[in-house]
């Protein structure tokens, strides 16, 4: 099984890194950067993988940013930036076969609509919680286990693939904790409420997760932040498992230390994935005729943070 990771930032590289070190996988993975410059330089240096069991390691983790010499592969996981979707999947066109399983794990709900906009291969679509903070390029520190879940969005597909399982169990070699769904898009929505509640407010405030528990005005914008998102969910048809605010706020919790990946990204002067978080809100609740004004307002709030950025660097 020949398996493709897109996109060496955080999430990616601690993908990348957790089936490097697993035995049975660690010569079948290889990393795709679109950046020429950068793929190079991953290749010299390794790739910097800091747990809190196995200490700092530097992996040999092959890179290569050119699709067209490695041709197609059975999995590819992307792990790019939601607004990176649309170059990155004409990029990754020859590493795509009908049979490859082109894994989804952006952020929000914007790349669920990537179904049916492949070239070739079999959208799947996963969500995790895996906890990953990029120190620098290539330079990763894995910040706490999570869960990661993977599922078809069409039930055809469902019935016709077994091939999930596989893919279950290659994670587990790689000790990440996986699951397979067969109701994915709520498992989406449920860490999108997660991201609407903490990762804007997180970003504009310029504060780790734990801290928007310590203040009530900011609690209050979290919590109506996530009602709305809430209400929209539910005319959207999704079931909701779990109490979206009280989800929201367990997460505050657990990651406590953690900064966003929209604080990092703001800290970083990169854009950030607000479109397919807050933005994505505010965009569903106009089609349903739902008042967003919470998500419309920060959604550009975060906008206007990005437009004093000198440069953006995608
Ligand atoms: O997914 C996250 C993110 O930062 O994007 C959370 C869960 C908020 C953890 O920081």
């Given at each position: 099984m020949?398996?493709?990771?897109?996109?060496?930032?955080?999430?990616?590289?601690?993908?990348?890194?957790?089936?490097?070190?697993?035995?049975?996988?660690?010569?079948?993975?290889?990393?795709?950067?679109?950046?020429?410059?950068r793929a190079?330089?991953?290749?010299?240096k390794?790739?910097?993988?800091?747990?809190?069991?196995?200490?700092?390691q530097?992996?040999?983790i092959?890179v290569?940013?050119?699709?067209?010499?490695?041709?197609?592969?059975?999995?590819l996981f992307?792990?790019?930036?939601?607004?990176?979707?649309?170059?990155?999947?004409?990029?990754?066109?020859?590493?795509?076969?009908?049979t490859?399983l082109?894994?989804?794990?952006?952020?929000?709900?914007?790349?669920?609509?990537?179904?049916?906009?492949?070239?070739?291969?079999?959208?799947?679509?996963?969500?995790?919680?895996?906890?990953?903070?990029?120190?620098?390029?290539?330079?990763?520190?894995?910040?706490g286990?999570?869960?990661?879940?993977?599922?078809?969005?069409?039930?055809q597909?469902q019935?016709?693939?077994?091939?999930?399982?596989?893919?279950?169990?290659?994670?587990?070699?790689g000790?990440?904790?996986?699951?397979?769904?067969?109701?994915?898009?709520?498992?989406?929505?449920?860490?999108?409420?997660?991201n609407?509640?903490?990762?804007?407010?997180?970003a504009?405030?310029?504060?780790?997760?734990?801290?928007?528990?310590?203040s009530?005005?900011?609690l209050?914008?979290?919590?109506?932040l996530?009602?709305?998102?809430?209400?929209?969910?539910?005319?959207s048809?999704?079931?909701?498992?779990?109490?979206?605010?009280a989800?929201?706020?367990?997460v505050?919790k657990?990651?406590?230390?953690?900064?966003?990946?929209?604080?990092?990204d703001?800290?970083?002067?990169?854009?950030?994935?607000?479109?397919?978080?807050?933005?994505?809100?505010?965009?569903?609740?106009?089609?349903?005729?739902?008042?967003?004004?919470?998500n419309?307002?920060?959604?550009?709030q975060?906008?206007?943070?990005?437009?004093?950025?000198?440069?953006?660097?995608?």
């Amino acid at each position: 099984m020949k398996i493709g990771i897109i996109g060496p930032g955080a999430l990616g590289c601690l993908f990348a890194s957790k089936l490097f070190l697993a035995k049975d996988t660690r010569d079948r993975i290889l990393l795709i950067d679109h950046r020429d410059a950068r793929a190079d330089s991953l290749n010299s240096k390794g790739i910097t993988f800091e747990s809190a069991t196995t200490g700092q390691q530097q992996l040999a983790i092959p890179v290569s940013s050119k699709p067209a010499d490695v041709g197609p592969l059975d999995v590819l996981f992307s792990c790019v930036k939601s607004y990176q979707l649309d170059r990155s999947i004409t990029f990754a066109a020859p590493l795509l076969s009908p049979t490859t399983l082109l894994i989804f794990l952006q952020n929000g709900i914007n790349h669920l609509k990537y179904g049916n906009r492949l070239p070739r291969g079999i959208p799947v679509l996963a969500t995790s919680s895996e906890g990953a903070t990029r120190i620098a390029s290539g330079h990763i520190r894995h910040a706490g286990s999570g869960q990661t879940f993977l599922g078809f969005l069409s039930p055809q597909e469902q019935t016709t693939c077994n091939k999930l399982s596989a893919i279950q169990s290659l994670l587990k070699k790689g000790g990440i904790s996986c699951t397979v769904s067969k109701d994915i898009r709520s498992r989406i929505w449920a860490k999108l409420f997660i991201n609407v509640g903490i990762n804007a407010l997180t970003a504009i405030h310029n504060i780790p997760n734990g801290r928007l528990l310590t203040s009530d005005p900011v609690l209050q914008q979290l919590k109506g932040l996530v009602g709305e998102a809430e209400q929209v969910a539910i005319a959207s048809g999704i079931s909701i498992q779990e109490d979206p605010v009280a989800a929201t706020l367990t997460v505050c919790k657990h990651t406590a230390e953690n900064v966003s990946s929209m604080l990092q990204d703001v800290r970083n002067h990169r854009p950030t994935e607000i479109d397919a978080i807050n933005g994505a809100i505010s965009q569903l609740g106009r089609n349903y005729n739902i008042a967003t004004p919470l998500n419309d307002s920060i959604a550009s709030q975060i906008r206007d943070i990005e437009g004093t950025y000198n440069e953006h660097q995608q």
